[in-house]
């Protein structure tokens, strides 16, 4: 699928002959001209209402939106108070406070929520600006003000809504054409929360600022394919789950957005990419809940609205079997008052299917061999099931670190192989560290987390993985008795090695073998293999450990490798002191030689359960 456009082709077949500009500009003529317009119409919000009474669960989230709103009224409203070189943090505080009051007030109809909500977008209003040198600042705030102008619209003094709407127009659509910076057209989160943001306020403004707010449409439909045809070939987002979440919840308000105030999504929401995206998303959760969270991501997931959105676009349940465990411990273990939940929660009220008939998907495997080539298996969609995944990929594409090899690993419901999450991008720019340079001496690989000395994977003579190298996925198998992933990481580890295989098998009895070939590039290489854990180690001899964390454990065997002696590395207090510490947290593994002259094969088996003498026979991996 290299070089295809599906959005384009959709559009083409969608047009029927006509260019993109003529077609947007038809539809711009006959958008919907009552407020509110932006998801969902007035005579939809009876409907909404219903749904929430009847079914418990999305009823259940409903009361802790409410209680959140509640908590809302006391609270003074947001200031202006930039963090560094972003307002980021107040922008999403405005999303959600405005949209939980307003989806509160159209729910109840009680005048506390409205008052509350207009408040917070006055004083969003009267900032000096919304920050337009990091532009994802002024996405999200103008996508705060289009919600609130268009769902309380009727509501508003006609001197608010003035206000309101010139904040729209001056400091969000206006300012993003002074402003048009490589976010324009490029193919990652940015594009998507910028133009989504940008256009629900183009669209909440339309019939009073009709000039600048088709400008901004109309650029926004023709950018917006560069970031959905980014999405692997099987929907694998490039910059890992967490950032998935992003862009991708934007994406899906930008498509939404136009489809409920135009008619139509121009064929959007027909993108083959964009459109395998949740079930990439879905098969990224180990049965911890935790991500595989490779790149800049961290582990912690959360209760995610757009998956909503796809489950009932594409009709299918199974899309929530995860979300649904995630929304019922949110609703179980949430004190209401803490605020702890996502800025576009209203969002998954809105969209939420009936959640009574979800059946576990079928599919317990999952490759995409795009950018990065990622392989995923498990036993089973239980809490308890054994699940390993495996990525390749290049340290440079966007948001991504020195993780090609590495592998996250759950077993009996603990996560035994952990990627350490994402360091915070203040705390070391504030330091005057350059972390958007991907070049081979950046600043960015002397933080630990983000370097192959703190990953699951190897580090050949101490020496840091090649940002210019990309490990490709060379074999997949989703079959019994062995699923697996094998991805070849030489390029990564030019000058390094010579030759570098790793594979990662899922065996019937839900252990995981993780097996490398290698041949040095020199006379010969020292390799460190190692995997990070909380788990407390015992060492039990020099090939064999036991991994013990909430009562469970965890046989740790090293099948070959000549010359292993098992170690403990220190992870939880890393070497630079820009370096966040990670409590909790060590690495076991072990130091080989491998010579140019022969092939160095190692093999590790992770035994759910304990250490066992029921060990397999260890094959060549091409012979997997």
């Known amino acids: 699928m290299e070089g295809k456009r599906p959005y384009v082709e959709t559009q083409r077949r969608a047009a029927a002959g006509d260019d993109l500009e003529e077609q947007v500009r038809r539809a711009l003529d006959k958008a919907v001209e009552s407020h509110p317009r932006l998801f969902f119409s007035t005579e939809e919000t009876e409907q909404i209402r219903q749904r929430l009474e009847s079914d418990p669960l999305p009823g259940e989230a409903w009361a802790v939106l409410r209680a959140q709103a509640d908590a809302m009224l006391d609270q003074d409203p947001i200031e202006r108070d930039q963090v560094g070189r972003r307002l980021l943090g107040v922008s999403q505080t405005a999303l959600k406070r405005v949209g939980y009051l307003a989806f509160a007030h159209r729910m109840t109809g009680e005048q506390s929520y409205r008052d509350k909500a207009e408040e917070e977008m006055l004083a969003a209003a009267a900032f000096s600006d919304w920050n337009p040198s990091h532009f994802l600042d002024v996405g999200e705030m103008t996508a705060a003000l289009a919600v609130g102008y268009d769902w309380l619209y009727d509501g508003l003094s006609p001197e608010s809504r003035k206000t309101i709407r010139e904040a729209i127009v001056h400091k969000g659509l206006r300012t993003s054409f002074d402003h048009a910076g490589w976010w324009v057209d490029s193919a990652n989160n940015w594009s998507q929360v910028c133009h989504g943001g940008l256009t629900m306020g183009a669209l909440a403004v339309i019939e009073d600022e009709p000039e600048p707010a088709k400008e901004v449409i109309m650029r926004a439909m023709e950018n917006i394919h560069r970031p959905m045809d980014a999405y692997g070939p099987n929907g694998a987002y490039p910059e890992g789950p967490g950032y998935w979440n992003y862009g991708t919840s934007f994406n899906v308000l930008f498509i939404e957005a136009l489809a409920s105030a135009l008619g139509t999504d121009f ?80 969002f998954l009220l809105i969209w939420a299917p009936t959640l009574d008939r979800i059946q576990a998907p079928d599919p317990l495997h999952y490759v995409d061999e795009g950018q990065p080539p990622v392989g995923v298996h498990r036993t089973a969609w239980d809490e308890n099931a054994t699940y390993i995944g495996l990525k390749g990929g290049s340290p440079r594409i966007p948001h991504g670190q020195m993780d090609a090899g590495s592998f996250v690993m759950d077993a009996h419901g603990v996560r035994w192989g952990v990627e350490l999450s994402k360091q915070d991008y203040h705390s070391l720019e504030a330091r005057g560290l350059n972390l958007w340079d991907m070049s081979q001496d950046s600043d960015r690989w002397t933080v630990f987390r983000w370097n192959n000395r703190s990953k699951n994977t190897l580090v050949v003579n101490g020496e840091l993985q090649r940002v210019d190298g990309t490990a490709p996925i060379i074999a997949f198998s989703d079959e019994p008795p062995m699923p697996h992933t094998i991805t070849d990481m030489g390029a990564v580890y030019e000058g390094q090695l010579a030759e570098a295989k790793r594979g990662a098998a899922l065996l019937e009895n839900g252990a995981v073998l993780i097996q490398d070939e290698l041949r040095a590039s020199g006379a010969h290489a020292e390799v460190r293999w190692g995997m990070v854990t909380r788990a407390d180690v015992e060492i039990v001899n020099v090939t064999r450990a036991i991994l013990r964390e909430d009562g469970e454990e965890l046989g740790f065997h090293v099948l070959a490798g000549d010359g292993v002696s098992l170690e403990i590395y220190d992870t939880a207090t890393p070497p630079e002191e820009h370096d966040h510490p990670n409590p909790g947290t060590r690495m076991i593994g072990f130091t080989v030689d491998a010579e140019t002259v022969a092939e160095t094969r190692l093999a590790v088996l992770m035994n759910p359960g304990g250490l066992t003498e029921n060990l397999p026979d260890i094959r060549p991996l091409a012979e997997w």
């Open 267 to 346: 064929g959007l929401s027909e993108h083959d990419r964009f459109m395998a995206s949740p079930w990439y998303y879905l098969h990224m959760h180990g049965p911890t809940l935790g991500y595989y969270n490779y790149s800049d991501n961290s582990e912690s997931s959360s209760v995610n609205p757009p998956m909503y959105w796809f489950a009932r676009k594409l009709d299918a349940p199974a899309l929530l079997w995860m979300e649904q465990r995630k929304l019922a411990e949110f609703v179980g273990t949430t004190p209401p008052e803490t605020g702890r939940s996502d800025r576009l929660f209203p």
